[in-house]
């Protein structure tokens, strides 16, 4: 099986609707987990715009399952590192 790394999509490539959608969907589908303390969905929002804008996640399409998702920027490293055919 021929597996493709993941692509970083660079944030300023997608408008701030898309960037907001893909923000959106993220938290709908992850049901994170944030303790004791209730995080309104709107402070979920801005978290990950502080983390997006200084580089600690990333947006990332899946080549293979064609879906785009968040990923920290350790996780990107792995994944990338992953698929990469050795020589």
């Given at each position: 099986m021929d597996t493709k790394s993941p692509l970083e999509v660079a944030l300023n490539e997608l408008s701030p609707e898309a960037v907001a959608g893909v923000i959106d969907g993220f938290i709908s589908r992850e049901g994170t987990?944030?303790?004791?303390?209730?995080?309104s969905h709107e402070q979920k929002i801005r978290q990950i715009n502080g983390q997006l804008n200084s580089g600690l996640i990333k947006?990332?399409?899946?080549?293979?399952?064609?879906?785009v998702t968040l990923m920290t920027k350790?996780?990107?490293?792995?994944?990338?590192?992953?698929?990469?055919?050795?020589v």
């Open positions: 987990d944030y303790g004791w303390n209730e995080i947006i990332v399409f899946d080549p293979n399952t064609e879906s350790a996780e990107f490293k792995k994944r990338t590192r992953a698929t990469i055919p050795s």
